[in-house]
């Protein structure tokens, strides 16, 4: 219902849009200089008009129906139904809400039930109904009058404009309002975790064993939040990650912009794109069935001891995956600097090398850097990998041939599940969280300070 509505109100604006454009030509009798804006404006002030209020409408009786409707059902229940306790009410309207759906309720409904049942159908079919009738005859007289309005005086480009403007400014304001609602709501659950554990032990501790026990003289009773194991983890995957990915990916970027002929080109950047595309589950099976018993094998008969989860294989692994977000956008950055700076290059006696060395990279070194960092952050938050191919042990140690784990697969497990949100587990994760935002933020400063900096020196 409230679909097909909504596709009604699009096809009614295309129409408007449509209407706008022919009045357009007609007030200006053929001639459109005679307008102040080009006919599509007028088309689009039109549509405006048709679809604006009425949207408004639709979104306002779509966010709000549902609770209307409700109040007026419980309002209509008996006195023994309607002044229960909140939690109890709830469970009612539950009940009632899956009445009316056809699915499964916890008890044989009453009459009362039935009778509320009905009553909800009702309300929710005489609301749909005036909501069409509604959202209709505002998108009809948002036409008429926008119609009426057209005349070749009427500035419909900068209304149409500031229309734009406002809703621009809207995406941009609820962009930063998100961005600083999530900021602060992992800031005020850390506020609380780092009140139950001293933020010392959380930043410097160097034991990682949240799973408090069930009785006092257990081992580990209290917890250990120490943070720093799964830093070094994360840090240690990343970067092989990283070592596989960067030059590969750089080396690839350069070769398919600079040396590939185009037929090359044609079928290998679509084929090296496609490694983005492989389900990050698929790439765990690959490294758990496939890269660690090989590391493992190659390990042993080295006389080295390799764990059946190793850091090693997750990172190899990894650094495959996040191949083509190096390549692809680097060589989109490369194709990018002008052919001028490659011909001045040339015409001065530089080789090609040369050229690739002391022209394209720094000049398209801000993208690069980029890419890098895309492809650094897909690291650090990848998680299915590190479960299936480095396991979940907090170890603090730099050989990668041992079993570690990473921030985010910690997140996931101390969330996962029944938890007490109020409990130091839980809330380890916030901080984590909080934590990971810190340094990724570092590491963008960092970044752009280089780039900063070396774009000054190469202009």
């Known amino acids: 219902m409230v679909t ?15 209407l706008g454009r022919k009045r357009a030509f007609t007030v200006a009798n053929g001639h459109i200089r005679n307008l102040h804006s080009l006919p599509s404006f007028y088309g689009s ?26 109040d007026l059902v419980v309002a209509g229940m008996p006195p023994e139904l309607r002044n229960l306790p909140p939690d109890q009410l709830n469970l009612v309207v539950n009940d009632l809400k899956n009445l009316v759906s056809g699915n499964f309720v916890s008890s044989a409904p009453d009459p009362a039930m039935l009778a509320a049942a009905d009553h909800y159908r009702h309300l929710r079919t005489l609301g749909h ?36 403007n406002v809703f621009l400014i809207a995406s941009s304001t609820i962009a930063i309002f998100t961005t600083l609602g999530i900021v602060l709501s992992v800031v005020f659950e850390s506020i609380i975790f780092f009140q139950k554990v001293p933020i010392s032990e959380f930043l410097f501790g160097l034991q990682w064993s949240p799973q408090t026990a069930l ?21 240690l995957i990343s970067g092989i990650a990283m070592v596989i990915a960067v030059p590969i990916g750089l080396m690839s970027a350069l ?15 679509p084929a090296l794109e496609v490694l983005a595309g492989i389900p990050t589950v698929v790439y765990g099976f690959f490294a758990a069935l496939t890269v660690a018993p090989f590391i493992r094998e190659i390990g042993t008969s080295m006389g080295l001891h390799v764990a059946s989860e190793s850091a090693l294989a ?30 001045g290059s ?68 101390l969330l996962t599940g029944d938890q007490e949100f109020d409990s130091p587990k839980t809330l380890a994760a916030f901080a984590l969280g909080l934590m990971l935002f810190v340094v990724t933020l570092i590491l963008n400063i960092i970044a752009l300070q280089v780039v900063r900096k070396y774009r000054e020196q190469y202009e």
């Open 45 to 70: 002030y039109t549509a405006l008009w048709c679809l604006l209020p009425a949207l408004s409408i639709f979104a306002l009786w779509v966010t709000f129906q549902q609770g209307f409707i409700i």
């Open 346 to 413: 040339y015409a001065l006696g530089a080789t090609k090398s040369e050229t690739i060395k002391r022209v394209l990279l720094p000049a398209a070194l801000p993208g690069i850097v980029g890419s890098i960092l895309l492809a650094v952050s897909r690291a650090i938050g990848e998680t299915m990998i590190v479960v299936m191919a480095a396991g979940l042990s907090a170890n603090l140690t730099a050989n990668p041939l041992e079993a570690v784990t990473t921030v985010t697969v910690q997140i996931v497990t």
């Open 215 to 235: 009785r006092a003289d257990q081992t580990g009773s209290s917890g250990a939040f120490g943070s720093v194991p799964l830093f070094a983890g994360t840090l």
């Open 4 to 18: 097909s509505l909504f596709l009604s109100l699009l096809l009614l604006s295309v129409g408007a849009y449509y």
């Open 129 to 164: 109904t005036a909501l069409w009738v509604t959202v209709l005859s505002l998108g009809i007289l948002g036409v008429v009058h926008a119609w009426r309005a057209i005349s070749p005086n009427l500035r419909a480009r900068n209304r149409v404009e500031q229309v734009v």
């Open 255 to 269: 070769f398919l912009s600079e040396y590939a002929t185009p037929k090359f080109r044609a079928v290998a950047k």
């Open 314 to 343: 997750a990172g190899l692994v990894m650094g495959i995956m996040i191949i083509p977000f190096v390549s692809s956008l680097s060589d989109d950055v490369i194709n990018a600097v002008p052919q001028s700076m490659r011909d």
